[in-house]
């Protein structure tokens, strides 16, 4: 099996889930005690994860070019980066080291295109909802959004910031994402995207009338296909 890097820590509660995600998809892949070589550099969220200003993101630009580095000197043949975010500076990162890192983004554009969905709602923090280092690439694999929503948008940011990145799940929040999603559900759109990698822990992804795409299991089974060389 290829060694994959994991840049985590962007939250801790969502590159738990990654690990459970590819360890267990391993598992059933190749059984027995089979599991997933893996090389995690968890970050201190505290320090990046609220970058706003252009001077933040050229220091988050250069903590996880720093990882990056880290984990490709340490024997990882491909990296994702455990945050949709944080794909902000995607383009600085891959360009700094000579693996790929697989986008998470391109990741759920494919697995769309090749289910036929052209029309979504893209929902994660604002800077994922309105800053073009997303959208553009789901475009780029033919999909069309819906208009950013920045009052859901808003409350995203809260929930997962005060919330979900410290390990609290709340009634009152997964009762506001199931009737966002009935809402858009009612818009001219085939499906929603959950581009936020903690939003997993409130939204059913099976309960609802809207089909969704969770970016985090996406992302995840892209790195086990590159796992089982795939």
């Not at 267990?24 to 200003?53: K, M, T």
């Not at 998470?104 to 494919?110: F, L, W």
């Not at 033919?142 to 009052?151: F, K, Q, R, V, Y």
């Not at 799940?169 to 199931?178: A, G, P, W």
């Amino acid at each position: 099996m290829h060694k994959l890097g994991l840049i985590g820590g962007l939250s801790w509660t969502s590159t738990a889930r990654y690990y459970q995600l590819i360890n267990e998809a391993v598992h059933r892949a190749r059984g027995g005690q089979h599991s997933a070589p893996l090389i995690i550099e968890s970050l201190d969220f505290a320090e990046i994860g609220r970058s706003s200003s252009e001077a933040d993101w050229v220091h988050a630009a250069d903590v996880l070019i720093g990882s990056a580095r880290r984990l490709e000197q340490a024997g990882a043949e491909a990296i994702l980066i455990c945050a949709n975010s944080m794909h902000r500076v995607y383009d600085l990162v891959q360009g700094a080291i000579a693996i790929p890192v697989i986008h998470i983004a391109d990741t759920v554009g494919r697995r769309m295109k090749a289910d036929g969905v052209e029309k979504v709602a893209l929902i994660g923090t604002r800077n994922v909802m309105t800053e073009k280092f997303y959208r553009q690439r789901l475009v780029s694999h033919g999909i069309s959004l819906l208009p950013a929503d920045l009052e859901l948008a808003d409350r995203i940011d809260r929930i997962v910031y005060d919330e979900l990145t410290v390990g609290k799940v709340s009634r009152e929040s997964e009762r506001y994402m199931k009737s966002e999603l009935t809402d858009i559900a009612k818009e001219d759109v085939q499906a929603a995207v959950l581009a936020c990698t903690e939003l997993e822990l409130i939204v059913d992804l099976k309960a609802n009338v809207l089909p969704i795409y969770d970016g985090t299991s996406i992302h995840a089974k892209a790195g086990v296909d590159l796992i089982l060389g795939q």
